[in-house]
């Protein structure tokens, strides 16, 4: 039972342009939502994060946003850069949930065209 | 500042040899430590989590193990690999905020 998912496992877009990635989740005990980016034989690393009562959250290039109601997040990367080119991953947190753990959606690998 | 050290990068076992992953870290005291393993193609899928030293939960039944012999170690094993195993581990410590910060990882591949 997947409660993370990310539909879409490939997304190309040209640079300079904005790349969205989309994230649906299925559990509603999820109450704080991330972002990792992740290159090939790496560690993902943390991108930008959103707690459940907000509904957007930006860091420079990178703006989240959550609809709670559709159970919905989604990463905007605007302008879109070569160095953006990497799997993306989302993840969620369930504060009932022992160990403070994360469920981590399947990736989507971008890659920004020159 | 905290900092995670995850070794080998790399292993290339046989079928049905023994594992030792091992995952420390530094800057901070009673992490959460987790264990993920990305499969070639799939997401990151959690392993085990510990809360504590000698404290192991798993998450999926599996022919690995997992413990915390001291705060700040932590180590995957395998007494008998399966092709199975092959893939890529992360270990990582975490709690709110920022989530988790993970290891380099291990690229393993079993033949």
């Known amino acids: 039972d997947q409660q993370v998912k990310q539909n879409s496992p490939s997304l190309s877009v040209q640079e300079g342009r904005i790349s969205i990635l989309n994230c649906d989740y299925t559990n509603s005990m999820f109450d704080y939502f991330l972002w990792y980016k992740k290159y090939p034989a790496e560690g993902p690393t943390f991108l930008i994060s959103i707690s459940s009562i907000k509904d957007k959250n930006e860091d420079g290039r990178f703006t989240v946003f959550l609809n709670k109601s559709a159970k919905h997040l989604s990463l905007h990367i605007v302008p879109s850069q070569p160095g953006d080119s990497a799997v993306y991953f989302c993840a969620a947190r369930d504060f009932k949930a022992a160990g403070n753990k994360l469920t981590f959606g399947g990736g989507t690998r971008v890659l920004v065209k020159p | 500042s905290q900092t995670i050290h995850q070794w080998p990068a790399t292993l290339v076992q046989p079928v049905g040899s023994p594992l030792s992953l091992e995952c420390t870290v530094e800057g901070t005291s009673n992490p959460n430590l987790y264990w993920y393993r990305q499969a070639a193609g799939r997401g990151l899928q959690l392993l085990f989590y510990?809360?504590?030293?000698?404290?192991i939960s798993s998450e999926v039944p599996q022919n690995l193990s997992a413990s915390r012999p001291q705060d700040r170690q932590f180590i995957l094993s395998s007494k008998k690999l399966l092709l199975s195993d092959s893939g890529f581990y992360l270990c990582?410590?975490?709690?709110f905020g920022s989530g988790y910060t993970f290891g380099s990882g291990t690229r393993l591949t079993v033949v």
């Open positions: 510990s809360v504590g030293i000698g404290q």
């Open positions: 990582a410590w975490g709690g």
